[in-house]
């Protein structure tokens, strides 16, 4: 459904779209095809009229697992991909926040990096009990330039937010729920997602997307203030000594 690569599933349930980030045997790592399919993703399920909610999820044990180390050093390589996905990277961020179809993130393992900021983004989050978030991006030498700073100020109190963007730390689902981060922690986070969805699909449809807009208008604002600064750092960054030592590390045959 709407022309996605195979790494993103959407499925329709009558006015409810079932989006799951899908590649399970790499724990849902965020490559080429996952990146462009997540800045194509967000126009469309807004210009799909019969859409009213949407859940978005990860397949196998991982939300999602962040930048996958390949693509990390591809980036680092070739100048033209990396422009794409820095303009990508916006696409990413300023489609979700301006999206007009509410999104229910069901976190059913760790949310990590890109996969974090997704949380970040959506409107409303469960998560599972051994679940975590985490944005290591500086820890790898990366700005972390795309959702989890750019919005956790506005979840959460600016002290907590640098905390776990400087240091990369795992925000474990509790501690995530306590800080504003999350809803609810639960059992099965996509099937109370999909409560949510069905409850919302109950309420007057004007209604609910004017205010999520209300709501977003605050969200795009602050995060229009950083964004530009944030990629166009991100982009030197993927070009410094230290990424590139941290890729030969975590590249590195295990022994």
Not at 25 to 47: F, I, K, M, Q, Y
Not at 204 to 227: C, D, G, M, S
Request: overall charge negative; some cysteine.
């Amino acid at each position: 459904m709407y022309d996605m690569p195979e790494e993103i599933d959407v499925r329709a349930e009558g006015p409810l779209r079932i989006i799951t980030l899908n590649r399970p045997d790499a724990l849902n790592a965020v490559d080429d095809n996952l990146h462009t399919g997540l800045a194509w993703l967000w126009p469309r399920l807004s210009e799909d009229r019969e859409a009213r909610v949407a859940v978005l999820t990860g397949a196998g044990r991982a939300f999602s697992a962040g930048g996958d180390f390949g693509y990390l050093e591809q980036l680092s390589k070739d100048a033209d991909l990396r422009a794409k996905t820095i303009a990508h990277g916006r696409d990413i961020v300023l489609g979700m926040a301006r999206c007009r179809v509410p999104v229910i993130a069901a976190v059913n393992g760790p949310a990590v990096g890109l996969g974090c900021s997704l949380v970040a983004l959506s409107d409303m989050v469960y998560i599972a009990e051994k679940a975590y978030l985490a944005d290591p991006h500086v820890q790898v030498g990366l700005v972390a330039a795309d959702g989890g700073p750019l919005t956790w100020p506005l979840h959460t109190s600016l002290l907590l937010a640098k905390e776990y963007a400087l240091t990369g730390d795992r925000i474990p689902a509790e501690r995530a729920r306590e800080m504003g981060l999350a809803n609810h922690v639960v059992d099965d986070p996509v099937a109370q997602a999909r409560a949510c969805a069905e409850r919302m699909l109950k309420l007057p449809r004007q209604a609910v997307e004017a205010t999520k807009r209300i709501l977003n208008i605050q969200l795009e604002r602050a995060v229009l203030a950083t964004l530009d600064f944030a990629l166009t750092a991100e982009d030197l960054t993927f070009q410094s000594d230290d990424l590139k030592a941290n890729l030969e590390r975590l590249n590195a045959p295990k022994k």
